[in-house]
């Protein structure tokens, strides 16, 4: 745990110059818009410590797989997400010096992200070699209500000299990624254009032929005017330019407004790319900054207004909750139904891929708590689209008649992971994508969905369960063999409790969703079953499978069991382990860590947290009792589902300390990874444990019932939620909850049990 | 299968020219004396498809680990064979065109390996682009009387034209390996030097600094008479040549002798490696190529006299049996305790490393029955040599005190592989070798290898499987998690009855041992305890865990199961697949391979054939007869043991097809993998399914019973056997089996259970 950023309700600060740290800076100071996103990479040339990065939502490469040992079945590629042309660089060259911090000294550093606004603002004095100063104030946004925009604002001091200097304004497609598997770039040229004020790059992606077209135009003033200068334009391969030479004066501020357009393919012709590229520059033109700055404020007012949560009496739990819901909003706005929540979000390379089982486990709660229904609606229907993909890989694994198993990591729908142990086995992510389905209908109500797409989704998913599970004649039972559950410190196990549920609980749900499709909407019913040749016998066998599954349970101790051989390991704590040797990931080899009872992340009790309704609290505590002080968390996606666990059992402690190892975990670089970028999906954890673990929100019957607890370090919090076209403010004091609903038809919600009928604008309170 | 090559009892015989399978046939046709070794490619240049190999014994180059995920406890590099300076180089220019026979009318090509005398030939008729014809004889062994050298003979008649010819003759370093995981060089120059009829290159190992010198020496010569030459030396990066012009004449003959000396810095300082390579090439020159043959044929008669099979009435089952006699013993000679049996010996590079298990498990018989004693001893003593680096090994794993694991894959001690199935869970290779150390002090009687070496291993060994299991306060017993056992098609599993039966069996031994030691020498035995600070505590606890170590077993059925789950899979027999779904490892992803019952190799058989004697003949029959009908022999180590069973339960037609299987692996290329090289390891499992199978030789009470059959389809076979300074040679034949005392003190056999008591030279015989 580092402390790298000041504590502050709605910004975050970095105070003074720390190279060392710059990469973990670059990471958590990103910007994005959902259709594009840049790390906080410097304007300026900078030969330090960096990690350069600017993404393109939905733009990938598919990386040749590297193994070390090839096993069949592997995909041939990893598709990765793709760091794209720079459309930041500014470059000073004053008296034969590069403007590099890494090069000057450094003084009044000050990098400022302001999450209400989405703005990233930095400032510093800079002494070149030969003593020349600038003083230089950077801000820039990718615009949200406008997403292929970015726009800078720099604004330089000469602070004791006057001089004519050269500003190097481009566009860079020539970059690479770091995580390459074989030192390749992944960009070649289409077109590149460079006039005096104006630069395009079209370039295009090896393999998958995305092209993205990246331009700038920019103006130079001072003091109000335009700044004359002397420009020659630059034409390099998959780059280009504009060399300007200005005269500094000491002590009179020049601002460069730069107006960057990202168009990708994706969105726009080949053909007219560029052409649109140019249209977009002119609009951000003729926009100008301000105009541009106040549109993207709006649209962030907006955005907070939706999903903010506020917490009194505690700075730091305050700030970490709105990074974790900014980050998630600056990643997916949910308007574009291809695209989805990569790990890193635009704040890294790293993993590769967009799509884990994150989205569907993570992830869409918090978008059904915080925006339209169509945004939840749309994760769902990118994996609808997937499903021949996912059939198809299915077939691949040797499983037949439209059994589908969707990919561990995804960006196309085609399997990217290559360890076979995770890839082949780790197949609880079907089960999440078909919970997925129950759980949006749920929340919203919208059983046309099922109609729609849902039903054949679940089929899909069905039909794999069913090959997958086995007859033991042995225990004469179906068994699952050899699969990796969400733990993933044990491997090619059998019969994982949580995977035997989840596949069971499918072959369940999709039996109701067929007869509820067949009562609705008759016509359409049959049409789908004859489409995937679906016969009645395939149910027959799922509910034979359903009545007869095997699972896992040791009875004398009341709980469920991770799998066959848990019993058999030798039972410690995490309270056992020496402080040297976590994290165990990094300490252990990885047999000593498969073998031990330690557990990564909620297992069973992911199951647990999914399934409540189906278990007594005393079943819940028992399995919670008996897991969680040998759980690890060494996956950011562990703590959430503990602190749920923990507020439902009232254990506050625990769910308040699992709490804050996730709302803080990229600014306090828990894990000693944030160089690397964010964990984006992980951050919808933090807002599942203040709104389903403090608050205690639940769904029972279409009504909302809230049973909160308040951490006994904080004063207050709330927090908005959408629920089926309304919305409803909730705050919680140490005394009581109130409950306001803002807009909507009047709503029914519960509070400990006690049920209040809200009118629009009606608040309500109780004693906590 | 391929049917490449002719059968005959003594040659491998390859007519007409066929460059689709010429990478089998370099790999079937290689040569090597246990120093070196040379796959059979052309000293012509040669544009077609090839896999140019030269080896050194010993010499290694630790490749960088490539792997896909990260595991910690990983290797960092891949020790691997390699690929070493070629010395066969005779290419020729006629007239611009180069001699190279994938640009060439081939005619009359034939090459034949003489396993009797060692030697590889080769004849042709080329015609050239222009028409011009040439018809070579080319000869050529590497001598296992000096093994530091090589001589080719080549003889060259043009057959239609008379001109002036260039012939570059040298030696190149510059070589490459085909598996270099980044695509690196392994080679750099050290020195070089090229004066008319010499050349020396030596270089050396980039990381591991070995030094090579590679020399050759030449004579041209021409109906008795050195031809006139003129002579222009050729110096390159890493290269050495002469390029010579000489006349050729119409149908007379041209004969170059060249002369190689391949000497490495394990055995001369590097500092006077050239010169000493200087003195083999002029003892080389001075001896002459046909005394060099006869020695070299002295060498090889004396090594068929000790252990040559003959099988009469099938041809193809005595070429198959003799190829496997002769690869084994071109590889390893015994001679030099630092040395191993790599998987691919001389004859390729695939699979990198050079000890496996195999030497313990397969190949250490062979040698204990074939050679001096001096050689089996050598193959442990080189595992003694490791153990302290077994003992790092294991530390790194996490264990502590001294606890040896010694590695799955090996050149200099220290783990090569990188699969954490293997790497870390494959850990029955530990039982094997100390199973080894028991199986040759049963053989030869030499209880003082315990004292000198033995148990110092055994109690490395025996404190990794004491800090290894676990005690499982569920099954009240002791419990190993996490395994891979023998039979790779299941990994991480439970309780592998065989790596939990071959632990258990370790401590009991070690215990023994310990008991011997200190009774036999105890002043030896105090200073080793108190060097490793053994204390007999450590005794107290094995024997505890061997009085309570789980056996996980089918007592229904009376067999012991595989591992804990494994009565959870679908039950099938490999007679239930369907043709297209062989081989499983290229067809099946490898998932489905893992649940699914069948077998890769021997596991729980495996274990029964190492520890008949603790078990009853019924059941042996009753797992043979589960066991078997799964397994699909994917494994070149697996149908040896298959078949000695099965000989031993009298299922003759079993044993016979299993043996079909072994004998003829590479030459046929049943598993369409010849071309990386032979299966030189596997190949001992021919001759133990011929001694240990057929010829059902064991040894009880430290004497030798026999209890043979004869396929049906044989009429009669023989081999010799080395036992306690006694040879045997043993007949058996359709009728009768008969044995002879060749040399030794007087002997006690059993036949069938009856007692004969030989006199050297004294021939006994008995109706079978």
Known sequence: ???????????????????????????????????????????????????????????????????????????????????????????????????????????????????????????????????????????????????????????????????????????????????????????????????????????????????????????????????????????????????????????????????????????HPKEKIAEHCRQVLDDAMATGYDQLYADHVKVWEHKWNECDIT????????????????????????????????????????????????????????????????????????????????????????????????????????????????????????????????????????????VEYGLEVLIGISRFWAQRVNWSDDKKKYVMLGVTGPNEYENNVNNNWYTNYIATWTLQYTREALDYVRGKNPSAFQLLLDRIQFSDKEAQVWKHITENMYFPQDSSRGIFLQQDGFLDKQLMKVTDLRPEDRPLNQKWSWDRILRSCFIKQADVLQGLYFFEDQFDIDTVKRNFDFYEPMTVHESSLSPCVHSILAAKLGYEEKAYEMYLRTARLDLDDYNNDTEDGCHITSMAGTWLSVIKGFAGMRLKNGELHFNPFIPRQWKSYSFRIEFRQRVLKIKVTGSRMEALLVSGEPLTIHFKGTSHTLNENQVIEQPL
């Open 1 to 267: 745990m580092k402390e790298c950023f000041k504590h502050h309700p709605w910004q975050i600060i970095e105070e003074g110059f720390n190279p060392h740290y710059n990469k973990i800076a670059e990471s958590v100071f990103s910007l994005g818009n959902g259709r594009m996103g840049q790390r906080a990479n410097f304007e300026e040339a900078y030969s330090g410590e960096t990690l350069q990065g600017s993404y393109v939502a939905g733009v990938y490469y598919p990386d040749k797989t590297r193994v070390g040992w090839w096993k069949n079945g592997y995909p041939e590629y990893f598709a990765k997400v793709l760091n794209a042309p720079s459309w930041i660089g500014i470059k000073f060259n004053i008296a034969g010096q590069s403007l590099d911090l890494a090069q000057c000294r450094v003084d009044e550093f000050k990098r400022i992200l302001d999450m209400q606004t989405g703005l990233l603002s930095r400032s510093f004095k800079a002494t070149l070699p030969d003593g020349k100063q600038v003083h230089v104030h950077a801000q820039r946004f990718c615009s949200m209500a406008k997403d292929e925009i970015g726009a800078i604002r720099y604004a330089i001091t000469p602070v004791n000299f006057s001089d004519s200097v050269t500003i190097t304004i481009d566009v860079d497609a020539d970059v690479q990624n770091m995580d390459s598997n074989y030192d390749e770039k992944f960009w070649d040229e289409v077109s590149k254009s460079a006039v005096e004020g104006e630069c395009i790059v079209t370039a295009q992606t090896k393999k998958t032929f995305f092209h993205v077209a990246t331009g700038m135009r920019y103006r130079i003033v001072q003091g109000g005017d335009e700044l004359k200068a002397s420009v020659k334009t630059l034409l390099r391969e998959k780059y280009a330019g504009n060399e300007v030479t200005v005269n500094f004066t000491a002590g009179k501020e020049i601002v460069i407004y730069k107006y960057a357009a990202v168009l990708s393919s994706e969105n």
């Open 311 to 450: 917490i009194d009496g505690d700075v730091a739990a305050q700030q970490g909750i709105r990074f974790n819901i900014f980050q998630l909003s600056q990643t997916y706005t949910g308007e574009d139904e291809r695209l989805n929540i990569g790990p890193k979000g635009f704040t890294g390379e790293k993993y590769g891929g967009s799509t884990y089982w994150d989205t569907e486990a993570y992830c869409l709660p918090f978008y059904l708590g915080t925006a339209e229904q169509k945004v939840a609606r749309n994760l769902l229907v990118y994996r609808y689209k997937h499903l021949a993909k996912a059939i198809e890989n299915g077939k691949k694994l040797g499983f037949t008649d439209g059994a589908a198993l969707y990919p561990m990591v995804t960006i196309n729908g085609e399997e990217c992971h290559n360890e076979w142990e995770i890839t082949f086995e780790e197949i609880h992510r079907n089960g999440a994508i078909a919970y997925a389905i129950y759980d949006y209908i749920r929340y919203t109500g919208d059983q046309e969905y099922l």
